[in-house]
């Protein structure tokens, strides 16, 4: 078995990297960090830090950098095998046995490393010279600074097939295929990959060309703008972010990473003295990359351009973070105004301008949030509640359980104030009467004018009241008259009894005296306890004797329903609300059924109103529960 990154990994996830500096460097604390003085150059004002959580050193004097395994290598002067065992001791681990295959891998890679280092020295010399003329001009153009051109190595790669091999004879071609520098065709014919291009070397974390990319001169058919190497030994795109060598120091200063699309968007910051930018090697950033980001910075910040291809971008970008969200652990999103890119932007409006985006990076959930409302119209109930579907589809992706549920409420409130605005506000009450003309209407609106006096009074008696004590009276006078009816309701009435605890005396009496109600009296209850006769003003048609007797008991079944249902439905609705802040999802939804099951209730109240007041005069419109509030 061979030592392997992931090997590597736990070991320094055992190690505490600040107590084995401790050994010989004296630190403190600063904040979440360890400072001290630089063990690798003399220094009077400390610039040497290690963080334990990322597991590395760094001095801002010198440069010096690196983890546990690199501290035993540089400060301690062990070899690299010598210094693994050692680590490997303190944190209780065995070291794996040699593997002859991956021993065999490790020297092919150093071998490939070989061949990239020296075609990219044969790039930079291709530019330079009369070859080059036209790939210099057009770097020119791009307002290039020579420094920013030597610092990222600018090469050329002439338009031949074979220059390569010629150049670079001490490697044979199956290193040089394997380098990704050469391809060979259906026919079986190898020739170069990179041919009349501008040449950028794609190096690792440690600085070595692993890779390069080259980008055409001018636009032609069928050929690709941009080329980057295939994968191979040395370089996965996918696990690679370029400039990453350049970026994490700077980084580390600025405490901001920053990535573009691209690596010219990369060089045209670099150019205009922003230098902890990175950008993917042409695909979407991988959850590898985002790894990456996060073991230099909190929250780095995408920066994309402001066409609908960067939003895409960005939402891809998203879609990969939110399984890997964690605590203090997040994504800011620039986007470029529309038509822009990083190098249009600098041109056209200069550093500031590019720096004030920067400092002011929308939050993932924002850009989640408004990606998705506008990604339709949402002018129908159904594609309104599609967008909800896609918001929750989100959510359901985040992993860790706590900012789940942080990032589902958050949503779920934004789409509540977006899809339920506030109604606008209801009429003013009409003026009230002077306190010595309000009479039985309680303070309540005057009566609309051009009632009869007969109707005037009618409704000043049922203002005088309670319209639902009112009903329940009828209801009881009712059961009082068909007491065959009590047995069949009598699960209605014990709840009607805890809902009206004034009329509990009432309804126990019913139960009690059920069998010897005389529905033949004139009087329903005529026994001693003497249960009291129902007013004379109340008239439904269950309390008139010439109502037919089965409608009679129809419409009692009706006012009970209506009295019991609407209380059960009003505390049910209130202890949905009381949930709302540990569900505010599921109580959202229960809300929303009962408020309909409610304004059910009132239609037939008002329905059950309206039949009284058809009747006629005498059948009890003050009773009527139409305009029943209590």
């Not at 249009?344 to 924002?366: H, N, T, V, W």
Request: with cysteine; proline share 7%; aromatic share 6%.
């Amino acid at each position: 078995m061979a030592i392997t990154p992931q090997w590597k990994d736990e070991l320094r996830a055992r190690i505490t990297l600040s107590t084995l500096v401790q050994r010989s460097v004296k630190l403190t604390r600063a904040g979440r960090e360890w400072k001290g003085c630089c063990p690798f150059h003399d220094e009077k004002t400390p610039s040497f830090y290690v963080n334990d959580q990322k597991q590395f050193y760094h001095c801002f004097g010198c440069g010096a950098h690196g983890d546990a395994i690199s501290w035993m290598v540089d400060h301690a002067g062990l070899q690299f095998l010598d210094a693994v065992k050692e680590l490997a001791a303190m944190a209780g681990m065995e070291v794996p046995a040699p593997d002859p295959v991956q021993a065999r891998k490790a020297e092919a890679r150093a071998s490939l490393i070989d061949v990239t280092e020296a075609a990219q020295r044969f790039f930079v010399d291709s530019l330079a010279g009369p070859g080059g003329a036209a790939a210099r001009d057009y770097l020119e153009r791009r307002g290039f600074s020579p420094a920013v051109m030597r610092e990222f190595g600018f090469g050329w790669a002439p338009d031949d097939r074979q220059a390569l091999p010629r150049a670079l004879s001490q490697f044979g071609e199956d290193m040089l295929e394997g380098a990704g520098m050469r391809a060979a065709s259906e026919q079986g014919e190898r020739y170069d990959r990179f041919r009349g291009r501008v040449m950028l070397p794609i190096q690792d974390a440690r600085g070595r060309v692993i890779a390069f990319g080259g980008r055409i001169l001018d636009k032609r058919d069928g050929v690709a703008k941009y080329l980057n190497s295939p994968d191979t030994e040395l370089f996965d795109k996918g696990r690679t972010l370029y400039n990453l060598h350049r970026a994490a120091p700077a980084a580390r200063q600025s405490g901001r990473v920053v990535v573009v699309e691209g690596y010219m968007d990369v060089i045209a910051l670099a150019n205009a003295g922003i230098a902890d930018v990175v950008a993917p090697l042409g695909t979407a950033l991988t959850e590898m990359q985002l790894e990456l980001l996060w073991r230099m910075v909190e929250v780095p910040v995408l920066c994309f351009d402001g066409d609908a291809a960067g939003q895409r971008a960005a939402m891809r970008a998203i879609t990969r973070a939110l399984p890997l969200l964690a605590p203090m652990r997040s994504l800011g999103i620039v986007r470029l105004p529309a038509g822009l890119d990083p190098d249009d932007l600098l041109k056209q409006q200069g550093k500031a301008a590019m720096e004030r985006l920067l400092a002011e990076p929308a939050s993932l959930i924002d850009t989640l949030w408004a990606f998705e409302r506008d990604a339709q119209v949402l002018d129908t109930p159904e594609a309104k509640a599609g967008l909800k579907a896609r918001l929750m589809a989100h959510v359901e992706t985040i992993a860790d359980p706590e900012i789940k549920g942080l990032y589902r409420r958050e949503l779920s409130d934004r789409f509540s104030a977006f899809a339920y605005p506030p109604r606008p506000p209801r009429p003013a009450l009409p003026p009230r009467a002077p306190a010595g003309q309000r009479g039985g209407w309680r303070g309540a609106p005057l009566p609309p004018p051009g009632l009869s006096e007969e109707a005037r009074a009618r409704l000043a008696a049922i203002m005088a009241g309670s319209q639902r004590q009112g009903l329940l009276s009828a209801v009881l006078a009712g059961f009082a008259r068909h007491p065959q009816a009590i047995a069949r309701h009598a699960e209605a009435l014990s709840t009607l009894a805890r809902s009206a605890p004034a009329a509990a005396a009432d309804i126990e009496s019913l139960f009690e005296l059920a069998e010897t109600l005389d529905s033949r009296a004139p009087v329903a209850i005529c026994n001693a306890q003497g249960q009291p006769a129902p007013s004379a003003d109340i008239r439904y048609a269950f309390l008139d004797e010439g109502t037919d007797p089965d409608a009679a008991r129809e419409e009692l079944a009706e006012a009970v329903s209506l009295l019991v249902e609407r209380p059960a439905l009003e505390a049910a609705l209130a202890a949905t609300i009381a949930r709302f802040e540990d569900d505010p999802e599921g109580s959202f939804a229960e809300q929303t059924r009962l408020r309909a099951q409610l304004m059910a209730v009132e239609e037939r109240l008002k329905a059950f109103g309206r039949r009284k007041a058809a009747a006629g005069p005498g059948t009890g419109d003050d009773a009527a529960p139409a305009a029943d509030r209590d």
